[in-house]
């Protein structure tokens, strides 16, 4: 974790951007703050934001309730020589290419079952969906991507998620044919053991779904 003295700089950087009107921050506010989730980029930024909002900002990022928690939090860590900490990478988001980020919220959280955790831009060209722990980012890009029909052809997946259990893999399949998702292949036992499905987005995106045989 960050000694104290960062996250103190890295709250007043928060409060910086807000009265720069720096519109990606309005994301990361409305995303993590409760009280804010219901307005718009341009609400947040016309309205108040206080060194003590910026803090909570902070403190809720590194997984505490308040900033008075996260110094306690800190405070209480004993020095640990940097040298023999070893970093570990605590997850990993995927990031799809599509079309029109609207259009594509609509099929995540319609289709399968995810919800928008925020989208930036007016109009939008950034946005990120989630559904349990699987977080997928969506990214607005104009032209093509891929050269004609290379995902198919060669399976090209745009995302792997995986499903706890042999029969929530099947459930998750069945509730997907029932809502009309569109697959590219449908489940499967690999010769592996693993069962899995793929979806195809409306963009094309392959996302593979992925559980236990037993």
């Not at 990606?24 to 930024?45: C, M, N, S, W």
């Not at 004609?148 to 997907?176: H, N, P, W």
Request: charged letters at 25%; one cysteine or more; a neutral charge.
């Amino acid at each position: 974790m960050p000694n104290l003295e960062n996250l103190r700089k890295q709250a007043k950087l928060y409060l910086r951007w807000h009265r720069e009107r720096y519109h990606p921050v309005a994301a990361q506010i409305r995303a993590v703050l409760p009280r804010f989730k219901e307005l718009t980029d341009r609400a947040i930024l016309d309205g108040e934001f206080r060194l003590d909002d910026a803090q909570e900002l902070v403190a809720r990022q590194s997984g505490f309730e308040t900033w008075q928690a996260l110094k306690a939090g800190v405070q209480a860590m004993p020095d640990i020589d940097p040298a023999v900490i070893e970093p570990r990478l605590s997850a990993v988001e995927a990031q799809l290419f599509v079309t029109d980020i609207k259009s594509a919220c609509a099929f995540f959280t319609g289709k399968l079952g995810f919800k928008v955790v925020f989208t930036y831009g007016d109009p939008p060209f950034y946005g990120q969906v989630k559904r349990d722990n699987a977080a997928i980012n969506l990214r607005l890009v104009c032209e093509p991507v891929y050269v004609d029909d290379i995902r198919e052809r060669e399976e090209l997946l745009g995302a792997s998620l995986t499903v706890d259990g042999a029969t929530e893999i099947k459930q998750l399949f069945l509730q997907y044919q029932a809502a009309g998702v569109d697959f590219f292949r449908p489940l499967k036992q690999e010769p592996w053991g693993a069962r899995t499905f793929i979806v195809r987005d409306p963009d094309g995106n392959l996302l593979l779904f992925a559980g236990p045989h037993s």
